[in-house]
């Protein structure tokens, strides 16, 4: 895989390009700007995974440093900003990420109803009102259920694609192993034998084991 792009903005700086390997982000390659904001970046991979940038302006902020993306074999075209490097980047090239940020942008929406919830609770909580506790309690079971059965739905409608799996095994830990076991065995073989379609068979497998 080639990551390859431009840092609007950035003139000095150093960009890693890191992965999870045994529960830890590690360096796969990097890169030292100084003057020329363009990057390429590379790594070997067995499957289509999720990788992190993580860029250094050597200013002491590490806010808004740390891009997420689905990698794929070949090459991915990552642009962004220097003052935005997280929130504004256009990552093209991986048909993964593509509906990963699809997943994720309705998954936004889910947590943005849940703080509002949350903040409704408290407000509650305050003037002592039991009666609306308990609606507001039920609304986040709800809520929960909701976000639940859309991943669900997310991992059945994109079952031909790595992040199926890997969603699976992010969003979906508490899950029904009944249900799991069900989604994981509509995957196709090379699914299944993706990095995250292994891990989701181990998960699953050991979810099973606990609850017998």
Do not use: W
């Not at 891009?67 to 900003?81: C, H, M, Y």
């Amino acid at each position: 895989m080639l990551v390859v792009g431009n840092v609007k903005g950035l003139k000095k700086g150093t960009l890693y390009l890191k992965r999870m390997q045994d529960s830890t982000l590690i360096n796969v390659d990097s890169i030292v700007i100084d003057g020329d904001s363009n990057f390429t970046l590379g790594s070997d991979l067995e499957s289509p995974e999720v990788f992190y940038l993580h860029l250094d302006k050597k200013d002491g902020n590490a806010v808004n440093d740390h891009l997420l993306f689905f990698g794929e074999k070949g090459t991915i075209t990552v642009n962004s900003k220097v003052d935005a490097f997280d929130t504004e980047a256009e990552v093209v090239g991986s048909e993964n990420h593509t509906k990963f940020e699809e997943y994720r942008s309705i998954i936004r929406q889910f947590n943005d109803e849940k703080l509002g919830l949350i903040k409704e609770q408290f407000e509650l909580t305050k003037t002592n009102d039991t009666s609306g506790l308990r609606k507001n309690i039920e609304k986040q079971e709800y809520l929960l259920k909701r976000r639940y059965r859309y991943s669900a739905q997310f991992v059945n409608l994109n079952k031909a694609l790595e992040v199926a799996p890997y969603v699976l095994l992010a969003d979906m830990p508490q899950g029904n192993p009944k249900l799991l076991d069900s989604l994981y065995n509509m995957f196709p073989e090379n699914i299944k034998n993706s990095t995250y379609g292994k891990g989701a068979s181990e998960f699953i497998k050991e979810l099973k084991e606990v609850i017998e």
